[in-house]
């Protein structure tokens, strides 16, 4: 740390956003990605209306500049539903979202998702996952599919799939992928990552898809870490939604929703 304090004293002359840029680089061992250039964004929400996402509007609504999800006593629903963006299908791609959740809420961000069954307004695939106590937030969940690939702390290696093709959910323990190995933590200590997330208030989510590897910032620290080696079961595009997960009264809200991308 003497070392590192000797240099700062170097870059008082250079500027004093240099010299705050350094600090933060030093006093971290988090891995953060930057906010700042947000070249290649496009809004894929007016702040208006739903116009462009498609989903049961008894529970869906556009308000105040949010998307909002909202289950009441008197308004609920049997299965998870979704509000699914309908201007295509994304590969690999950034997505930036703003993110407000009760503290009784279940939801995520759900993408290279496929429609998931008879019941309209389902999907399964990868999901960008959040609930309002924090238990989960920030972790890779595949709904409908594997589970839970990386929780929140993990950076993690998906095997290839070893196993009957029609017998996949025989290798669910604890509604935890087995075919998957822990590669590294991103956490210095147990959830210490956790103290980066506000509770019932804004988080800005990020969400990079590159290939076969995902990421799961929030506020600009990563979250989860997954390579999906799985050529059987993973999906490299798909359909592109936002989660209310079935239980009690509950409302989530997502603003500021900006996609970016990327052509392999």
Do not use: C
Request: hydrophobic share 35%; aromatic share 10%; no cysteine.
């Amino acid at each position: 740390m003497k070392y590192y304090l000797k240099q700062l004293k170097g870059l008082r002359s250079i500027g004093p956003i240099v010299l705050i840029t350094a600090v933060i680089v030093i006093t971290t061992g988090f891995s953060f990605l930057s906010e700042v250039d947000e070249e290649g964004f496009v809004s894929i929400f007016n702040g208006e209306t739903l116009d462009g996402w498609s989903g049961n509007m008894d529970v869906w609504r556009a308000e105040n500049g949010s998307i909002i999800g909202e289950t009441t006593p008197s308004v609920s629903i049997k299965r998870n539903t979704f509000l699914v963006w309908q201007d295509g299908d994304v590969a690999d791609f950034e997505l930036k979202a703003q993110v407000r959740i009760t503290r009784s809420g279940n939801s995520g961000i759900q993408y290279r998702s496929e429609e998931g069954g008879e019941m309209p307004y389902v999907l399964k695939g990868y999901q960008f996952d959040t609930d309002g106590q924090n238990r989960y937030t920030g972790g890779n969940y595949e709904e409908g599919k594997r589970t839970f690939l990386a929780y929140r702390g993990e950076k993690v290696a998906v095997s290839p799939y070893q196993g009957n093709p029609d017998s996949v959910r025989s290798q669910i323990v604890r509604n935890t992928w087995s075919q998957r190995e822990i590669t590294g933590t991103l956490e210095q200590v147990d959830d210490s990552l956790h103290r980066h997330i506000k509770s019932e208030d804004w988080n800005e989510f990020h969400l990079v898809a590159k290939g076969n590897h995902l990421q799961h910032y929030i506020n600009g620290v990563l979250m989860s870490d997954v390579t999906d080696n799985d050529e059987i079961n993973r999906r490299m595009s798909g359909l592109l939604g936002l989660q209310i997960h079935v239980g009690p009264p509950m409302k989530v809200e997502f603003r500021n929703i900006r996609l970016k991308q990327v052509d392999r």
